[in-house]
């Protein structure tokens, strides 16, 4: 498999696999969520690249760093951590830290959309650290922390923060920081009307090391067997950590317990496979962790409010408001 070179300055960008070529990124014969390792450069403060629908770096995952996300070309439909949306052209987000997300274009099979995304990237670490020394910073403070809950943008923010986002993945230096300081102004002073909080308020904040540590090694043993079997037991040991202990600390990490975190991620994961495929609502329950089908459907209608049948059967304006969870709705066509 070739590699070519990214744009603006990105790393080297694998083109696409040939096994899952057709199908969504994230929908594969294995579905897996997978905690994305972003290396630090010794010259950027920030990662600023494009990237090409489907393509090796698309898929269900996660990351500790910030990521503002713009979708320049295709509709689809995205997740954000329980919240299961729709976007087009000039979709703009910004995604917190560890917040679960994807975006999945209706491509006919076969089909790629170059550059379809345009993506920053940057750690909490470096930008706390630069509050400390540009206290105009501080403004952003608020935005960041939403984001650990996701935010879409619309309206007048979206598309001049489309325009700036374009121009910080054409730029470097001093300039590009420059256009990611713009962004973030824009997102920091968005009219209520222009943003809206997706997810739900689901990932707490660590409170020390030992909550920080127990967070990370459970959400990644959880992405990584999610069809599979997963023990608190084998949790705590990957985490080097008692039982007790290693469920105090991530309750403190994620803000709930390690089977409700578990839950809800497979039923998430669920409500994506019902929105965007016409598998079978046993084979979606396998997909997403559940053997037992009458398992899956009490979970699914105690997280969601109806069963998986009733939930793909119905229309957008039956649905419940996304108070009670999000609607899962496939683009429009033009």
């Not at 744009?7 to 960008?13: E, I, S, Y």
């Not at 496979?273 to 997403?288: F, G, I, K, R």
């Amino acid at each position: 498999m070739g590699n070519r070179p990214g744009p603006a300055g990105g790393p080297p960008r694998a083109e696409d696999p040939p096994s899952d070529r057709g199908l969504p990124a994230g929908l594969s014969s294995t579905p897996t969520l997978r905690r994305e390792v972003i290396p630090p450069h010794p010259q950027a403060s920030v990662r600023v690249l494009t990237h090409d629908f489907p393509s090796e770096i698309c898929g269900w995952g996660y990351h500790p760093e910030y990521e503002i996300h713009l979708i320049t070309k295709t509709r689809g439909s995205f997740i954000a951590g329980d919240h299961i949306g729709t976007f087009a052209p000039g979709h703009v987000s910004l995604m917190g830290p560890n917040l679960p997300h994807d975006w999945v274009s209706d491509l006919a099979e076969g089909q790629v959309a170059v550059d379809r995304d345009a993506v920053i990237q940057f750690s909490d670490e470096w930008i706390r650290g630069a509050m400390e020394h540009l206290p105009e910073l501080a403004e952003v403070s608020e935005v960041l922390n939403r984001s650990t809950r996701g935010l879409v943008f619309s309206g007048a923010t979206a598309w001049r923060a489309a325009e700036t986002i374009l121009a910080c993945v054409h730029s470097s230096g001093v300039e590009r920081l420059g256009h990611l300081f713009k962004v973030l102004s824009l997102f920091a002073h968005a009219p209520s009307d222009e943003y809206e909080v997706v997810a739900s308020e689901w990932l707490g904040r660590p409170t020390d090391a030992a909550a920080r540590d127990a967070g990370e090694a459970g959400l990644s043993y959880i992405f990584e067997n999610l069809t599979g079997d997963i023990r608190l037991s084998t949790a705590a040991r990957v985490a080097y950590m008692s039982e007790p202990t290693f469920s105090k600390y991530f309750k403190a990490a994620t803000g709930m317990t390690f089977s409700n975190m578990v839950k809800k991620l497979r039923i998430a994961y669920a409500r994506r496979l019902l929105d965007t495929t016409e598998h079978p609502v046993s084979q979606v329950a396998t997909m997403s962790g559940y053997h037992n089908i009458a398992n899956f459907n009490r979970q699914f209608l105690a997280e969601v409010g109806t069963t998986p049948t009733v939930y793909r059967r119905l229309e957008s304006a039956q649905k419940p408001p996304p108070e009670l969870f999000s609607l899962g709705l496939r683009a429009p066509s033009d």
